[in-house]
Structure formats: C-alpha cells, structure tokens
C-alpha cells in the first residue's frame, strides 16, 4: 500500500530566545504544489517559523520532515543537502546579496558551485531565462547590490532561489516592497513558475486580504501555536 505523506509537515515545535517562548508546540502540513498562507502580527514568530525550515535555527523541541524523511529535529542536525530543496527569500531582501560584488558575480558562483550549468552559454541562458521570469533586465546584474532598489533587490533574491529548483519556496514578506501591481505580477508568476514543477509556496504576510487571495490554506498564530484557519 502506498501511503500519501503530505510534502512537508512540522511536527510539535518549540523555539524560545532566551527564556522567551515564541513558538510552543506548531504543527503543520505543506502539501506539493499549494500556496499556504502564513499569518500574523509583528513579533509573533513568523519569520522564526520559517528560519527552523530552511535551517537557520533549529528548534528546543519537536522536528520537520520532508517527503516523510525527517529534515531537522531538537536532535538531529539540519540535513543541508536535502534541505536545498526549500529556498527563503528573506525579509530583508539585501540580506541574500554579497554588498561587496556586482549581483553577475554572486548568480556566477552560486550557478558553478551548484553546477545548475555545463558550459558558458548555458549559464548565460540560464541567467537570461531567470532575469525574464522576474521581470528584470540583464543589464542589472552588473549593478551593486546598494545600487539597486528594495523591489528589484527583492527580485533578484526571488531568481536566486528559483536557481533550486526548490520544492518549497519561502516569500517572507517578500514582496512587501513591491507597488501593488508588481506585487501581483510577481507572485503570480512565481506561483505560476513553482506549480509547473509542483513546487509549494509558504507567503507570509501581514497582509490578510494578499494571503486570503492567494492561499487555499491559511496558517495563523494563536497563542503560540498555529491554527489552520478558511479565507475571511
Ligand atoms: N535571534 C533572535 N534572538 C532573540 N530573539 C529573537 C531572535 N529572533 C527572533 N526573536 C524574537 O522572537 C519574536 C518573533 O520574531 P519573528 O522575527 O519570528 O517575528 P515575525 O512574526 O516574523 O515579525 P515581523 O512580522 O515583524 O517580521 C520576536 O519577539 C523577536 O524579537
Ligand atoms: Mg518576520
């Protein structure tokens, strides 16, 4: 009998920063190919959630699996290669980006170290097709990352994760400097990019009226914990 395990699920977690809880018992499920909202005030643990799932923390108690495989647990060490397959375009959209290198060179090192290209051609065309999905031309990547905006740094963070391939990508607030139009285009082409490898989605947002939009499944906080909750 084949058993259907949902794609991701974290399982009873805990997290606390010195003495302070912040996250107490949550529990979830990100199935392949949804885009699940993640909602929730300032301060309440969003970002936290999503750095235990792409590995930046671990957490005091419980554990994530991924594709029924345990990913990290309170005792096992985060498993760095297969947690590739979940990329986070953090709040802060600099934060991805080396200040002291032109954004070619970064994409350049990323794409050799990972081998996502045979030859030199290929990477140019695979940075020419990853500049197109994000709406941005070529002729940015010779820019700093100070020399460019907020929305186009948070674009270019966008590219570098699709680069994965990754199963789940994580939008921390991650259009939030966006105008509302760009936002839109953005994300659904992002959803649009990521169905076609039935790849998942986590949005995270203050935005309810964005997460109820676009989310058949919406995650908020209550008291700690996380309750599935229906579009309002
Ligand atoms: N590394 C850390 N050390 C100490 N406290 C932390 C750390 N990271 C987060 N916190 C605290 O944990 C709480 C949750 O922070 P988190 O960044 O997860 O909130 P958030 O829901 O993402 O908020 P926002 O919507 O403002 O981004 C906050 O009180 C924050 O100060
Ligand atoms: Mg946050």
Redesign the pocket.
């Known amino acids: 009998m084949v058993v259907f395990e949902p794609m991701i699920t974290g399982h009873d977690l805990k997290k606390s ?2 003495g302070k809880l ?1 996250l107490s018992g949550v529990s979830f499920v990100i199935p392949d190919g949804e885009t699940v909202g993640l909602y ?1 005030p ?7 959630l999503a750095k235990l799932l792409c590995g930046v923390m671990r957490p005091d108690e419980g554990c994530i699996s991924l594709d029924g495989e345990l990913l990290v647990s309170s005792s096992l060490p985060y498993d760095r290669k297969r947690g590739l397959a979940i990329q986070m375009v953090y ?1 802060q959209p600099y934060s991805s980006l080396d200040p002291s290198q032109k954004l070619i060179q970064g994409f350049r090192e990323l794409i050799r170290y990972h081998h996502f290209a045979q030859d030199r051609s290929e990477e140019e065309r695979l940075l020419q097709g990853l500049m197109q999905d994000v709406g941005l031309d070529m002729g940015i990547l010779q820019h700093l990352p100070r020399q460019i905006s907020g929305g186009e740094a948070q674009r270019v963070a966008i590219a570098r994760c699709l680069l994965f391939h990754p199963k789940l990508l994580i939008l921390d ?1 991650a259009t939030s400097m966006l105008d509302v139009s760009t936002q839109a285009n953005v994300l659904a082409l992002v959803r649009g990019l990521m169905a076609k490898s039935k790849g998942s989605i986590l949005l995270i947002s ?1 935005d309810r009226a964005l997460v109820d939009t676009l989310c058949n499944q919406i995650y908020v906080f209550d008291n700690k914990t996380l309750k599935e909750t229906k579009t309002t």
């Open positions: 920063f010195g912040v929730g300032s301060g309440i643990g969003k970002s936290t709040q607030e203050h």
